[in-house]
Nanobody, 115 residues
Framework: QVQLVESGGGLVQAGGSLRLSCAASGSNILINVMGWYRQAPGKQRELVGSITRAGSTAYAESVKGRFTISRDNAKNTVYLQMNSLKAEDTAVYYC?????????WGQGTQVTVSS
């Protein structure tokens, strides 16, 4: 199991930016693919984007061009830079391995975008 701790969320106005961080620890931390997920109220959790250990990224269409995922393998940390935030980006954001394969979830970090 990989333990995950997300941080960096908050309240921001539409058009603003936030940077989320995710610290990973535990067994098998040399994980190939890490991802950021989000869950809005009343909706299913969705994968926002992912990054391989080599740095290749992929994004959901809804965030492409606005969000950027990066990682520091030496620090076992994954980041999500979110720019041009919209009200519909409001959600609890989580990081996890991709696919999750039953790995547990962290507490997430709340992002609220006011319009």
């Amino acid at each position: 199991q990989v333990q995950l701790v997300e941080s960096g969320g908050g309240l921001v106005q539409a058009g603003g930016s936030l940077r989320l961080s995710c610290a990973a620890s535990g067994s098998n931390i040399l994980i190939n693919v890490m991802g950021w997920y989000r869950q809005a109220p009343g909706k299913q959790r969705e994968l926002v984007g992912s990054i391989t250990r080599a740095g290749s990224t992929a994004y959901a269409e809804s965030v492409k061009g606005r969000f950027t995922i990066s990682r520091d393998n030496a620090k076992n940390t994954v980041y999500l830079q979110m720019n041009s935030l919209k009200a519909e980006d409001t959600a609890v954001y989580y990081c996890n391995v991709v696919p999750t394969g039953g790995n547990g979830w962290g507490q997430g970090t709340q992002v609220t975008v006011s319009s």
